[in-house]
């Protein structure tokens, strides 16, 4: 695998990392629990690597669909902030009606952050996969070339 490639995946296994506390903790959280998943250690060379690109497309789509859940959690989020409405004009509703405000502003936020960071996540897990089947497709013509010769 080229300089390039590995960086790719070590940014995709560092993501993981991040949410799960290891690439394999990521992997047995739900996303993949694959054969190279339970062999992998936090602290190798080179970082979390799967076996090959079917297996990162797995994933990547597994991650995909997370992200669509969470689009669609967030448009449920959005419209229930804009249907508050105060229950009646004395001081108790309004207080009411502020700290339910207060409270889905801070759900909004935390929200809208977890889908920009799968949303980073998807891109960093797609230019991994992109990078490793350049390198399997340049490894296969070296290899065609040598069998050719």
């Known amino acids: ?3 390039s ?3 790719a995946i070590g940014a995709a296994a560092a993501a993981a990392a991040a949410v799960w506390g290891s690439p394999v903790a990521g992997a047995v959280a739900g996303l993949a629990v694959t054969e190279a998943a339970r062999a992998a250690a ?3 060379s080179g970082g979390f690597e799967f076996p090959s690109v079917e297996e990162m497309n797995t994933v990547l789509g597994m991650w995909k ?3 669509a859940s969470l689009l669609r959690k967030k448009n449920t989020i959005e419209q229930i902030r804009m249907s508050l409405q105060e229950l009646a004009e004395d001081p108790e509703s309004e207080g009411y ?3 339910f ?3 889905f502003d801070l759900l909004y936020e935390q929200h809208d952050s977890m889908v920009a ?3 980073d996540y998807v891109q960093k897990l797609t230019t991994a996969t992109k990078a490793k ?3 399997e497709e340049n490894v296969q013509a070296a290899l065609g070339k040598h069998t050719d010769s």
């Open 1 to 3: 695998m080229n300089e």
């Open 5 to 7: 490639g590995s960086a």
């Open 42 to 44: 936090p602290g190798a």
């Open 65 to 67: 669909d997370r992200q």
């Open 97 to 99: 009606l502020k700290r």
């Open 101 to 103: 405000s207060d409270s």
């Open 117 to 119: 960071y799968v949303g």
């Open 133 to 135: 089947q350049t390198d």
